[in-house]
């Protein structure tokens, strides 16, 4: 929490603080600070609003759906989302037990490159897929 936030919102901290202010300085804080407050509470009736709305088109769409007779997983399946583009594997080990491990190269060294990069000495262009 800010220091301007605390002494904001403790009453005996903000009277302190305002001991040297003059009674205008206090009023034009006052003033800006229900100019604040109005602005705040307009921005949240907006959203209320705009939420409302958005809710009663979702309602109506649903309803419209459902007197058409349509469900929500008909619509599924005419969305056609792109695959993820599978990363290819750079490098590949194969560990004691005979499994073998890909990795792409991106992101952290997986713990069992770098048990095996450890143990036997070698950087990832080792085990480079070539």
Known sequence: MSDILKVLTRKNSLRKQCQELSIADVEKVIADLTDILAE??????????????????????????????????DLQDLISVAPKKKVEAKYRITDEEGNTHEWSGR???????????????VDKEAVAIK
């Open 40 to 73: 705040k509470q307009e921005e949240e009736q907006k959203l209320a609003a705009e939420n409302q709305a958005k809710n009663e088109k979702i309602e109506m769409i649903r309803k419209t759906m459902q007197d058409a007779g349509i469900d929500f997983n």
């Open 107 to 121: 992101g952290r060294t997986p713990v069992v490159f770098q048990a095996y990069f450890d143990k036997h000495g």
